[in-house]
Each structure stands twice: as structure tokens, then as C-alpha cells.
């Protein structure tokens, strides 16, 4: 087995899972994995890795927030129990607890 730490790294050219187009893993990228102790050459090119995470996005939940009446998105289910609150009211309240009124 070579040994990574003392191997030199060059761009290597990967396909994409997705799109199956070739794009560069650059040295500086594989210094980067290694450092991270990744085991895995990454899948996707960064247009598609980009895809993704537009998809995460759109994946959120839509609420109407109870506080500032406005729609806002959360990354979790809006709780049914009480009102929704959205991320922007979230962090004023964690931040300054009496800054709110219900
Ligand atoms: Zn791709
Ligand atoms: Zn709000």
C-alpha cells in the first residue's frame, strides 16, 4: 500500500454520479479530505453539489409565523401545539427573551 502522507497529490479527474460529467478532484481538495480523514472520492461534481443543497432548501417547511405574522421557513415541522415561529423571531427571542409578545 502507498502511503498517502508521503504520496504527492495531482488534480485527478472523477465522474460525476449525477450528470456522469468529468470534473477535476484538485490536489488541494484531496489534501483537504485526507486532512478531514474522508475515506471517499466525492460523488458529484460541484454544479450537482450545489443541486443538492438548492434541494435541502427546498425541502424546508413553509410556516406562518405567530409572532412577526409573517411566512417564514423552518428546517423542522411547524409544532401544532403552540404557534410557529420563524427563524428571524427564533433567534430575537433566544437572544432577548422579552423582546416578544405573544
Ligand atoms: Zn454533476
Ligand atoms: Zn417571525
Not at 23 to 47: H, M
Not at 63 to 69: A, L, Q, S, T, V
Request: glycine letters at 2%; aromatic letters at 10%; charged letters at 35%.
Amino acid at each position: 500500500m502507498e502511503n498517502l502522507e508521503n504520496s504527492k497529490f495531482e488534480d485527478l479527474k472523477v465522474q460525476c454520479k449525477s450528470c456522469q460529467n468529468i470534473f477535476n478532484w484538485t490536489a488541494n481538495e484531496q489534501k483537504y479530505y485526507q486532512k478531514k480523514g474522508f475515506k471517499k472520492k466525492p460523488q458529484r461534481c460541484d454544479k450537482c453539489r450545489e443541486k443538492t443543497n438548492t434541494l435541502r432548501n427546498e425541502n424546508m417547511f413553509y410556516i406562518h409565523c405567530g409572532f412577526c405574522d409573517q411566512d417564514g421557513k423552518m428546517l423542522t415541522p411547524p409544532p401544532k401545539d403552540r404557534v410557529a415561529i420563524c427563524e428571524k423571531c427564533f433567534k430575537k427571542l433566544v437572544k432577548d427573551p422579552f423582546s416578544l409578545k405573544s
